[in-house]
């Protein structure tokens, strides 16, 4: 009998992105379920990622645990974040939380919205 393949990654988090997320969630007034992350229509070069807090998993959210820390992925999203890191940068002028995203294929210059391509279904999780 044939094994399923593995379900790939949605999303892989850095240490600093994970420790950045713990940080955040601790500091809710509210008791939070994970960090909730999509994409929507907007900027310049055409979508931009999306963060909130999320008080408990939807019925099809992606849930991913990298870490220690819970994060659901909007099922809008999933095939545009498919095989995302997310880390978190801090310098002297700004702290962010920062997409290394191959679906990416370009950015606006401002570096608040980016263009994304969506995964085909039927390639998802192909091995390379």
Known sequence: MTQPRPRPKV????DAAAERVRQ???RSEKPVAGLRIGVKNGGCAGMEYTMEFAEEAGKFDEVVEDKGVKVLID???ILYLLGTEMDFKADKFAAQFVFNNPNQTSACGCGE???ITPVRPETAGASA
């Not at 999303?11 to 850095?14: A, G, K, P």
């Open 11 to 14: 999303m892989t988090l850095t």
């Open 24 to 26: 955040v969630i601790a």
């Open 75 to 77: 099922p809008k999203a």
């Open 113 to 115: 919205s980016v263009a």
